[in-house]
């Protein structure tokens, strides 16, 4: 029986645990940009054109 209360006072650790790591990535603005993961997919790379081979160098 003992080991029961042992078991939940350390899920009840981990969880508090848990608890404050997310409080402290809110706090620190891990989540305040929500809209722009989701539409990062859609907007283009900026690449440089291809530039052809010089034909006159023959």
Avoid: N
Avoid at 7 to 30: C, D, K, M, N, P
Avoid at 50 to 56: E, T
Wanted: glycine share 4%.
């Amino acid at each position: 029986m003992s080991i029961i209360f042992l078991l939940i006072g350390i899920s009840l650790l981990v969880a508090l645990t848990f608890l404050a790591a997310f409080f402290w990535a809110v706090r620190s603005g891990q989540y305040e940009d929500d809209y722009t993961p989701a539409v990062r997919m859609l907007f283009e790379d900026e690449t440089e054109p291809d530039i052809p081979p010089d034909s006159s160098a023959t």
